[in-house]
């Protein structure tokens, strides 16, 4: 049985790493190879699991036969450098898909590449989420909303139907966003916001109901 798992490594091997990995663990269909990163050093024991290699010895890696796929486990203090590792290998490399078991995702939903559902999440009918997102604990995204690629959705999210939130985002714990509203790219929430019209302009937004602060 062994010998028909994905072979599948992690880049970055903080926090959010160790937690993908936890993830990775209770899958059927992976087995987790090591962690690439560039700044803790190789053959450092993280969890068990060896630090492989830096990010430029990730692509030999899979030539080789080491590691059959990739998931990004760069968090929310890091969007742009989450996007610029996914931009990097994607077209060379497959990016998997962690959906935990305890999810419920419609048949309709379409979930991107390098995508990684926490548990407990709802994803409903028609929902498109792109790739490389991370969707944290207890998530709920309502029926015909899109979050945009690369994007952070921190616990407790709630996210109405035909909402959309763009690329790069971060929702802080909590988060509610209404029906039809629109969110740009690059707008990072605070805890409990409460979003109740469309975000035009990137920056941070908090409270309820929210207010740019930055």
Known sequence: MKNNLKKIAIIGAGELGKQILNLISQSEILEFIGFFDDIIPVNTIVENYLVI??????ENSFVNGTIDCLVVGIGYKHLDVRKQMFDRYEKRIPFETIIHRSCYVDPSAKIGRGTVLYPGCVIDKNVNIENNVLI?????????????SHSFISPGVTIAGFSSVGLCCNLGINT???????????????????VIRDILESGLYVGNPVKRIQ
């Open 136 to 148: 944290n604990l207890g998530v709920i995204i309502s029926h015909d909303s899109k979050i945009a």
């Open 176 to 194: 509610t966003i209404i029906d039809n509203l629109n969110i740009t790219k690059y707008v990072t929430t605070g805890g409990g916001a409460v």
């Open 53 to 58: 290699g830096t990010t430029n010895e990730i």
